[in-house]
């Protein structure tokens, strides 16, 4: 099930690849989204790993 255009990452996997997916799409680079996500993790109003596990249910598989 693909809803979201954007692909995982296949070589740049730390957990499932949501992050540096997003990355890549957008040419970021992936350690800095990942520190980005986390920061954005610990604020309070920010709920990141239900956030992750959606995107990660949500993204295409890696080809």
């Known amino acids: 099930m693909n809803i979201i255009p ?3 990452s296949r070589t740049n996997v730390v957990f499932g690849g ?3 997916g997003l990355c890549e799409k957008w040419g970021w680079n992936p ?3 990942r520190l ?3 920061v954005l993790t610990l604020t309070s109003w920010f709920a990141g ?3 992750y596990l959606v995107l990660w ?3 295409g ?3």
């Open 6 to 8: 954007i692909k995982r």
């Open 18 to 20: 949501v992050i540096a």
């Open 31 to 33: 350690t800095v989204g």
């Open 36 to 38: 980005l996500y986390v």
């Open 49 to 51: 790993i239900p956030v």
């Open 57 to 59: 249910l949500l993204m």
């Open 61 to 63: 598989k890696p080809e």
